[in-house]
T-cell receptor, first 114, second 109 residues
């Protein structure tokens, strides 16, 4: 069964450092998403991406965040200068289309900012 | 008012029990509705979509009341493996998923 994969599973970084979280969406999917979940809190939408551009973003997704699809398979989330409050689980998701299809989630990357 | 509101629980039930979870949402323009399941420190996984006419999948029954902006999930004959957090999820008009904080279920022998 096709699945979304994410690397690394756990990333530890120092405050102020840049991190890149990587995702490989399901191969025939066209819509890509990043969500995050701070420990003990709910899952929150960050950004959606379609046709090589951002289609929607939340107020969390400020200038420190960027997304990219550098090739035909990877979808990345970059945090330019990490803060302590960026520590969270980051989930990538993809869907075949926007309307009714399920969004399939990857296993997540746990980001710890020290 | 929270966009998606759920009772956090926990619900502690014995095996074989029937348990019901409720959820309300604030945006009347919401497009579609789901129940996801999340195990500890894992990704959310779709349990079932929720349709206006109500739908059933084995031991699980979901209901939607658009007029009241209310969604429910009923689990019959609970199994130990049903222990998890159940997330009420609403898709907004811009296609993003809005998650509730989840309801914890613990099924004991």
């Amino acid at each position: 069964e096709p699945e979304v994969t994410q690397t690394p599973s756990h990333q530890v970084t120092q405050m102020g450092q840049e991190v890149i979280l990587r995702c490989v969406p399901i191969s025939n999917h066209l819509y890509f998403y990043w969500y995050r979940q701070i420990l003990g809190q709910k899952v929150e939408f960050l950004v959606s991406f379609y046709n090589n551009e951002i289609s929607e973003k939340s107020e969390i997704f400020d200038d420190q965040f960027s997304v990219e699809r550098p090739d035909g398979s990877n979808f990345t989330l970059k945090i330019r200068s990490t803060k302590l409050e960026d520590s969270a689980m980051y989930f990538c998701a993809s869907s075949a289309d926007s309307a009714w299809n399920e969004q399939f989630f990857g296993p997540g990357t746990r980001l710890t900012v020290l | 008012r929270k966009e998606v509101e759920q009772d956090p629980g926990p619900f502690n039930v014995p095996e074989g029990a029937t348990v019901a979870f409720n959820c309300t949402y604030s945006n009347s323009a919401s497009q579609s509705f789901f129940w996801y399941r999340q195990d500890c420190r894992k990704e959310p996984k779709l349990l079932m979509s929720v349709y206006s006419s109500g739908n059933e999948d084995g031991r699980f029954t979901a209901q939607l009341n658009r007029a009241s902006q209310y969604i429910s999930l009923l689990i019959r004959d609970s199994k130990l493996s049903d222990s998890a957090t159940y997330l009420c999820v609403v898709k907004d008009p811009y296609n993003k998923l809005i998650f509730g904080a989840g309801t914890r279920l613990a099924v004991h022998p």
